[in-house]
């Protein structure tokens, strides 16, 4: 398993959070925010399961995720629906992302 699983697991908790503040506001872009934020632990957990190009392709939607996780915080603070996210989940969020990169090229 990949040492940033428990860190996308954290992003899932804040993520969750977020969605609770948004849903006050915009119902389907809490859903999408929650589906990608645990699509990210779910492949990396997927790819951590297998070999060869099946492997990429799982840290590459895990990597799409995480992106459309961002998008969504991102989208949020814009629509005013909730303040920007932490430094730390900033952080996590960058960590995660920045490995996955690697692991994909």
Known sequence: MLRI?????SIVCDAAKAATA???????????????????????AEGS??????RRQRYRTALGSAREVQACFDVAV?????P?????TSA???????TLVT???
């Open 84 to 88: 920007p996210v932490n430094e730390s």
């Open 5 to 9: 699983y428990p860190t996308a697991i």
């Open 22 to 44: 948004i849903s006050a506001h915009d119902r389907d872009l809490a859903r999408q925010l929650r589906r990608a934020a645990a699509s990210v632990p779910l492949n990396i």
């Open 78 to 82: 814009a629509l005013r629906y909730m």
């Open 49 to 54: 399961g297998v070999g060869g190009g099946n």
């Open 92 to 98: 996590d969020m960058n960590r995660v992302i920045g």
């Open 103 to 105: 692991l994909v090229r």
